[in-house]
């Protein structure tokens, strides 16, 4: 599905005897939430700096880099709100972050001048994001929902008036894509359904449209090149699979790019076109190349073996590049590459130092059978000492979504759970993303049915192995997660001995007509896949909502919950709660009054991650 409705969590890891038969230590969430996370990575106009964000301080704060120097500075010093950093103006340097109000996902663009932080999107309601600079660099595109609540306008600031008009109306529920070097084009698009999207190039002189998308099927803008002579998307309007495409602006031929085995996901050229990167999804995990275009040459990077690449940007001088790099186990850093002098350098150091990297582990993408024949992905997270003599208890960990995918990568809940004695088992189900459309679409209007048997089948598999005590599997996830872990403790009420239930729905026809505002742009695509609730399929959706039928629940539950959680709404919760304890089941509610969907605080991390471990010592292990 497209960004906006992606909905995303978090999992990982546990203990091991090394070669020596030493036992690995176990950590306190203290010790392994000391890790940080950080984000971005934005270059200053002469690349002498970064601009990145990081939770260190225990909430995300936004930092600057001296690259000359090493020297890092704080900028901002919230200690309530989570500010994430988002550009330098390459006119005066300044510095632009973003930030919400507890986790209700309104963010305002901020503009850091003369030591104060000035709101460029003020209203309680608003929503905006900065989308680029203009060809001279004075002003600022962003867009922002402020007219009308469910569409988001194309405005440009200026930043040395701050003075603030609109670009392009916006009544359709279009996404945009690029806006063009030269200011005249801007590329949006709209979706149809889960499977098509219509792409458009838009004149913003003239106010006329080309369409780019000449088939059905989904297509995602990845810019402009630096003349403005190419567009280029990504499509699989004739495969299973997302490849990168070139539309000529002056005579509309396309042309292909380059395509992979694979979803091709991303694609940018550098400031002068000198370079172009690639990134495909590769059986979940990220892979990605530097082309040089002149020879098709590719950058190696020296240092970064072991290492899973998530993204990279070039500095305007195309002699910098601003890497963030990780693996499953161990948390992502942001690097820097010098493509002049090849040196390497490590910006954040994100992995606790108190914590032993051997003591973690890394995923492993296996598969299984589920109950039709149908092949299932998914991760498995084993503790180092899980042996047939000291068999281990284990999760089914099912992402959100719909349309999500578990991927090799590091999550401290995981981790946490796995170096406490937990396998966990990371199941793709049938209606992930990252494995072609037809694996994609085969939960339409089948969710919590035929995807929860895949997650069903994921506990039979856990079974099998002889280092699993087959009487000690619960399931865990979030979000949609979450409503199939309700979904399994409901409709299948013998199968899983314990569920935890991260801010899950569990009354779909409530939440597909409460969804935020800002989400039109997918409404139709998200009532064409999972159902109108304002039509004949409020029955199935009713008949899939365990909250309706939590009179089945036997085993424990765990449900957690922010309190501002617009996707989610905290009824939700409340009232899944209620009935499940009513029907004689036990439950644990934790609800965070100042969070979101998703606990981006340490601390709210901190206490639902212990509280989770405290509850499957007490009913699972």
Known sequence: MKSSLKLFLTLLIFVSCDQTGTEPQRY???????????????????????????????????????????????????????????????????????????????????????????????????????????QNEKQMYFQSNARNPKYFDLYKVDIKTLETVMVFKNDKA????????????????????????????????????????????????????????????????????HYLMSYNIETGKRALVYKADWDVVNSSLSKNDTYRVITVNEDAQNKIMVKHNKDNSLIKFKGLDKMNINSITFSDDEKMMRLTAGSSGSPGDIYTYNILTDELKKITSNLNSKVNPSDLVSGEVIRYKSFDGLEIPAILYKPHSAKREAKVPALVWVHGGPGGQSRIGYRSLVQYLVNHGYAVL???????????????????????????????????????????????????????????????????????????????????????????????????????????????????????????????????????????????????????????????????????DDAGHGFVKKQQQIEGNEKILTFLNNYLK
């Not at 709100?81 to 005066?92: C, I, N």
């Open 28 to 134: 306190s969430i203290e010790t392994l939430m000391s890790n940080n996370r950080s984000s971005g990575g934005y270059f200053s106009k002469d690349g002498s700096k970064l601009l990145y964000s990081s939770d260190k301080s225990g909430i995300f704060n936004v930092y600057e880099v001296d690259l000359n120097t090493d020297k890092e500075t704080q900028v901002t010093s919230s200690t309530e709100e989570s500010y994430f950093a988002q550009d330098y103006s390459p006119l005066t340097g300044e510095i632009f972050y973003s930030a919400d109000k507890g986790g209700n996902e309104n963010s305002h663009l901020y503009l850091i001048r003369d030591g104060k932080s000035v709101d460029l999107t003020p209203g309680e309601k608003t929503k905006a994001s900065l989308l680029g600079w203009t």
């Open 174 to 241: 279009y996404s945009y894509n690029s806006i063009s070097n030269n200011d005249m084009y801007l590329v949006f698009d709209l979706s149809l359904s889960r499977g098509v999207d219509k792409m458009f190039l838009y004149n913003m002189a003239t106010k006329q449209r080309v369409e780019i998308s000449n088939q059905k099927a989904n297509y995602w803008g990845q810019g402009f090149d630096k003349d403005d002579n190419n567009y280029y998307y990504t499509t699989n309007f004739d495969g299973e699979f």
């Open 426 to 592: 990371a199941v793709n189900n049938r209606g992930s993303g990252g494995y072609g459309k037809t694996f994609y679409s085969l939960d339409d209007k089948n969710h919590g049915e035929n995807d929860l048997q895949d997650c069903v089948w994921g506990k039979h598999w856990l079974e099998k192995q002889d280092y699993i005590d087959s009487e000690k599997i619960g399931i865990i996830g979030g979000s949609y997660g979450g409503f199939m872990t309700m979904a399994a403790m409901t409709f299948e009420p013998d199968v899983f001995k314990v569920g935890v239930n991260i801010y899950g729905v569990t009354n779909w026809i409530r939440t597909l007509r409460s969804i935020p505002p800002y989400w039109e742009a997918s409404r139709n695509q998200l009532y064409k896949e999972m159902g109108d609730p304002y039509s004949k399929d409020s029955i199935r959706l009713y008949n899939i909502s365990p909250l309706f039928h939590a009179k089945n629940i036997k085993n424990p539950v765990m449900v957690l919950q922010g309190a501002n959680d617009p996707r989610v709404l905290q009824i939700e919760s409340d009232e899944i709660v209620q009935a499940a304890r009513e029907s004689g089941a036990y439950v644990e509610y934790l609800l965070f």
